[in-house]
């Protein structure tokens, strides 16, 4: 093995460690048996797990960080399509609308907060979970739904549809029977997609909370207020939902890929 193949192997060995040793650290801490999250390991138990589905703030959190990303992923996912389905024709001002919409993944998150509490006291709206939070959420998601189902919308055999329309097929019937068959594993990944995002959003969501909780502010509170011995089983119990929903999202968006090079 020469040395730059080494120094490449070495490099690309403490990448990796950095990126999932802290994750199979937590997983790790999550069944040991101490009252102090940390080393050194007492035992092995599953009692951290059996506390974090014990505790009705906890659940009540993260049952209403799914709600909230269920209802985020189809508004954001609803919106996304239709302006996909509209930029696929020359619109005025087409250029500046897609970089008006795509402007908030550039914006830090910090500075996403702030303005959205600014705009929000202006209006005098009263922060909450179903108010302040999902639009915010909802402009959070937005660009990264757009960004995943326009490529698709795009790239698609337009004369499938002229076919269609050829035969007599009204527009509505033809985005129902033609369009939406076909597009239909892109939006399902792009909903969980949309899920993930919302359920994962820590930095906006404290600005615009109010009384209420999702479960990355519930986690931020635990952190901030005492190290609770089930911190890590919290942490992993968060992880696994994004990560199963992230995989779900891949797999479907693969399959789409396959189904539309066999086509």
């Known amino acids: 093995m020469t040395p730059a193949r080494r120094l490449l192997t070495a490099y690309a060995g ?19 048996d101490s009252n102090l999250v940390g080393l050194p ?4 138990t599953f009692k951290w797990y059996t506390i974090v589905t014990a505790t009705p703030e906890l ?45 908030p993944i550039v914006i830090p ?20 979970l179903w108010t302040t939070v999902l639009a915010a959420h909802i402009t959070w998601t937005l660009p990264f739904a757009f960004l995943t189902l326009f490529p698709r919308l795009h790239n698609f055999d337009r004369s499938l549809e002229e076919a269609a329309m050829d035969l007599g097929a009204p ?16 939006i399902i990944s792009t909903l969980l997609f949309a899920f993930t995002l919302s359920f994962d959003e820590f930095i906006r969501t404290m600005f615009v909370i109010g009384g209420e909780s999702t479960i990355p502010v519930y986690l931020w509170n635990l ?5 609770p011995p089930f911190l890590p089983a919290v ?12 995989v779900l999202g891949f797999v479907i968006s693969q399959r789409f890929d396959t189904m539309r090079k066999r086509a």
Not at 89 to 101: A, E, F, Q, T, Y
Request: charged share 10%; net charge positive; no cysteine.
């Open 41 to 44: 390991l007492r035992g092995f």
């Open 171 to 186: 527009p509505a019937m033809v985005f129902r029977r033609v369009l939406l068959p076909l597009i239909r594993p892109g």
């Open 223 to 227: 952190i901030s207020s005492q190290m």
């Open 109 to 128: 998150g910090i500075v996403g907060g702030v303005l959205l509490t600014i705009f929000f006291g202006y209006f005098d709206i009263s922060n909450g």
């Open 59 to 103: 659940m009540h959190a993260i049952a209403d960080s799914i709600e909230l990303g269920m209802a985020t992923a189809a508004i954001a996912t609803g919106i996304a399509l239709m302006m996909a389905i509209g930029f696929r024709r020359d619109v005025p001002l087409k250029s500046l609308i897609m970089k008006l919409l795509l402007l």
């Open 14 to 32: 403490l990448f990796y460690f950095f990126l999932y040793g802290p994750i199979a650290f937590l997983t790790v801490l999550s069944f040991n």
């Open 235 to 246: 942490g992993v119990v968060i992880m696994s939902i994004s990560v199963v929903v992230s």
